[in-house]
């Protein structure tokens, strides 16, 4: 036996339906592709997310002598953190909105 579909708002209600329109807006500070200023040093943002930003910093080039008296070398690999999405930190790569440059009277 078959059961009737039933309708579940109440007898003479309209049905409501709608859409909200937002402007899109970026709900971090940080964005990927950043050049942050950390500590002193030059960083780049990889990858931001609701919990953190995965910041990417150059590590400084290691010079040293072995016990024979020979200098040596090394770049150690890139150092991973992770900051606040929204870390006041100094963003250097980002371009500020253009103004107009006049504006035209008739």
């Known amino acids: ?4 579909k039933q309708n579940h708002s109440p007898a003479g209600q309209a049905e409501l339906f709608g ?9 971090f500070r940080l964005r990927a592709g950043d050049v942050i200023r950390f500590d002193g040093r030059l960083c780049l943002v990889i990858r931001v997310n609701e ?8 590590r400084p080039l290691r010079e040293f002598t072995t016990r024979f008296d020979k200098p040596v070398r090394f770049q150690p690999k890139p150092a ?7 870390s006041e930190v100094e963003i250097l790569n980002r371009k500020k909105p253009r103004t ?7």
Not at 1 to 4: E, I, L, V
Not at 19 to 27: A, D, E, I, T
């Open 19 to 27: 859409v909200v329109w937002r402007p899109f807006k970026n709900p």
């Open 1 to 4: 036996m078959k059961r009737a």
């Open 80 to 86: 991973l953190f992770r900051i606040c999405s929204n």
């Open 100 to 106: 107009p440059r006049f504006t035209r009277r008739e």
């Open 51 to 58: 919990c953190a930003a995965v910041i990417l910093m150059n």
